[in-house]
């Protein structure tokens, strides 16, 4: 398996953005500080305004 020396602190899967863009690794997690929040998720659509952009794609609440 591949061992993430810390940098998926969330543990969904994906490495931390900041930790890992010099390394290569892809994809990239946008919030490792929230599981629910990574390349693998669909987007959400925010009710509450929260502006989370849930798929790591860089755009918030796309076909809302």
Known sequence: GIV???FDADGDGYF????CA???YEPLDCDDGESG???GRD???DTAGAGNDHDC??????GC
């Open 4 to 6: 993430d020396d810390g």
């Open 16 to 19: 931390d953005a900041q930790a």
């Open 22 to 24: 010099d390394a290569g």
């Open 37 to 39: 929040i990574n390349p």
């Open 43 to 45: 987007e959400v659509c």
């Open 57 to 62: 794609d860089g755009t918030i609440d796309e």
